[in-house]
């Protein structure tokens, strides 16, 4: 699968043996920081946090992204498969509700090696895709069985902006195949007493400034066609860098306003959502990045 990448919708057919692809690495895992983390949704990190490991590379170009450390491939240390087996048992040993895969896209090969291996050892906890959803259909295919739960973006519904922000032409038609996969996967949501969530799916949409419309077409589309087979998770936390956007994308160089996110949330509420979390608070003003500082690696 490196050696003819089709593992995103780009499908650039380097051999990333030789050479990084578009999302700037080649086919040994990179990986940045392997800890628990607090700020996912309530059902993921509960009270003892989730087991997350952080990738490096991308496969879009996010001109808002925060991670930019870690998807520029500026920073992360190079790990055998039978390393990443270590680190899910360290963060089992830890307490983690389930093993966070962020942004693993560009590295899914390796990731089913170390999934079998952890599972032929007896491991217990839920695997986690969390995922930008610029991923082709056959890769989400090639995770049936060993996925329990899927944590996809729906960032775009329109090509206009997905193309202006992320460089990802056609991202609405790609993450709208792969969440149908995710979701005849996991069609139906299990959370424990414990108010874990154990398999499912949740979509998030992060509300940008400007595009409130968008949003709700987002909203309405995934309640339409999945009602509450799946949660739908809105986000706030835009968080604009003004060096950055100022210049060439001063439209959203700005904070999402109160009265946007408010009516967002409304209308998801009025057309019937129910299975959907939210955020409260200045989550702008919050910092939902860890240091990539290699920890756990």
């Known amino acids: 699968m490196y050696e003819n990448c089709r593992l995103c919708p780009r499908k650039c057919g380097i051999n990333r043996r030789e050479k990084k692809g578009f999302c700037g690495e080649g086919a040994v895992l990179h990986v940045a920081r392997a800890a628990l983390h607090m700020w996912e949704e309530p059902c993921i990190s509960g009270a003892s946090g989730s087991g997350t490991v ?17 998807s520029r491939g500026k920073a992360g240390r190079f790990i055998t498969v039978e390393r990443l087996v270590e680190i899910f048992f360290e963060l089992a040993d830890q307490g983690a509700n389930n ?5 693993g896209d560009i ?61 990802a032409p056609g991202y609405a038609g790609y ?6 996969e995710m979701v005849r996967q996991q069609p139906e949501p299990l959370i424990g007493e414990d108010g874990i969530m154990r398999r499912g799916v949740i979509v998030r949409h992060l509300l940008m400034p400007g595009m409130l419309i968008q949003a709700k077409m987002i909203v309405r589309y995934l309640y339409e066609r999945y009602g509450d087979s799946i949660y739908i998770s809105l986000m706030n936390q835009f968080t604009p860098d003004h060096e950055l956007l100022g210049k060439d994308y001063p439209e959203i160089d700005r904070k999402v306003s109160e009265y946007e996110y408010k009516s967002l949330v409304d209308y998801a509420a009025s057309i019937g959502v129910v299975n959907g979390f939210v955020q409260t608070g200045e989550t702008a003003d919050e910092s939902f990045i860890p240091p990539f500082d290699l920890t756990g690696v």
Do not use: H, W
Request: aromatic share 12%; net charge positive.
């Open 54 to 70: 952080f990738f490096s590379g991308c496969n879009m170009r996010c001109v808002f992204c925060q991670n930019k450390e870690i």
């Open 99 to 103: 093993i966070n895969l962020v942004t």
């Open 107 to 167: 590295f899914i090969p390796d990731i089913i090696t170390a999934i079998k291996a952890a599972k032929e050892r007896g491991f217990k906890l839920p695997f986690l895709l969390n995922t930008g959803s610029y991923i082709s259909v056959e890769t989400v295919k090639s995770l049936d069985g060993l996925i329990d739960i899927y944590l996809p973006d729906m960032k775009y519904i329109r090509d206009t902006e997905s193309v202006r922000y992320s460089n």
């Open 175 to 180: 993450a709208k195949a792969a969440i149908d």
